[in-house]
């Protein structure tokens, strides 16, 4: 089991920036991808961007592709989302999400084990 815990989250202005930070405990943190999800009101849970285990190749959703960077610190581990030109339209709950040890990086909540609890993201235009 791995647990979770998301912290940065808060209320920004449009074009401001947030960093979140994802801190894990259990496993050993570099055998298993993380990513970051979104999930708006009425709103289905959003890849947001990923990381994978190991060096951490990043990934991306299009939507948030230039303005977000996802960034791994294995030997803190925590997982980062910058988030840069933030707009009305990323205002959700950010989730971060462990898959299994060894796994490829998948868009698809449905193939995290482990979640956070969530930090609000809220922009005001």
């Known amino acids: 089991q791995v647990q979770l815990e998301e912290s940065g989250g808060g209320l920004v202005q449009a074009g401001g920036s947030l960093r979140l930070s994802c801190a894990a405990s259990?496993?050993?943190?570099?055998?298993?991808?993380i990513a970051w999800f979104r999930q708006a009101p009425e709103k289905g849970r959003e890849f947001v961007g990923a990381?994978?285990?190991?060096?951490?190749?990043?990934y991306y959703a299009d939507s948030v592709r230039g303005r977000f960077t996802v960034s791994r610190d294995n030997a803190r581990n925590t997982v980062y989302l910058q988030m840069n030109s933030l707009k009305p339209e990323d205002t959700a709950v950010y989730y971060c999400?462990?898959?299994?040890?060894?796994?490829?990086?998948?868009?698809?909540?449905?193939?995290?084990?482990?979640w956070g609890q969530g930090t609000q993201v809220t922009v005001s235009s």
């Open positions: 999400a462990a898959g299994r040890d060894y796994s490829g990086t998948s868009f698809d909540p449905r193939d995290y084990q482990n």
């Open positions: 259990g496993r050993t943190f570099s055998t298993y991808p």
């Open positions: 990381s994978t285990w190991g060096p951490g190749r990043t």
